[in-house]
């Protein structure tokens, strides 16, 4: 499994930005995988973002409490591809975006949260 993420930008603060994830891997499909969007930020480690589950567990969704309200994960099935709308957008929100095949599959983080399979990352700034 091999993802790729998009759709990084400036933007000022309450501002948008909608990001993707997709695999390079024509025949792999995600739906198979939990996919969970995490982000690298300056004076911190990686810090997870949200997850949506994997068809196993249908339906289940997570996010991190700063993201609650404002940034919504979601899926097209057909375009196999895992979205990462961000709307409201803080400066707190800077940082290098990733997409990753998240466990465990159900985004419940029991055990913590393992990423696994993530791109290169995609620059998110956001400033005045």
Request: glycine share 10%; net charge negative.
């Amino acid at each position: 499994l091999q993802l790729v993420e998009s759709g990084g930008d400036s933007a000022q603060p309450g501002g948008s930005l909608r990001l993707a994830c997709t695999t390079s891997s024509p025949r792999i499909d995600l739906d198979y995988y939990a996919i969970g969007w995490f982000r690298q930020v300056p004076r911190n480690s990686r810090e997870g973002v949200a997850c949506i589950s994997s068809r196993d567990y249908p339906g289940r969704i997570d996010y991190e409490d700063s993201a609650k309200g404002r940034f919504t994960i979601s899926r097209d099935s057909a375009k196999n591809t895992v979205y990462l709308e961000m709307k409201d957008l803080k400066p707190d929100d800077t940082g290098v975006y990733y997409c990753a095949r998240e466990t465990p599959s159900d985004c419940s983080g029991l055990g913590g949260r393992h990423y696994t399979s993530e791109g290169q990352g995609t620059q998110v700034t956001v400033s005045p």
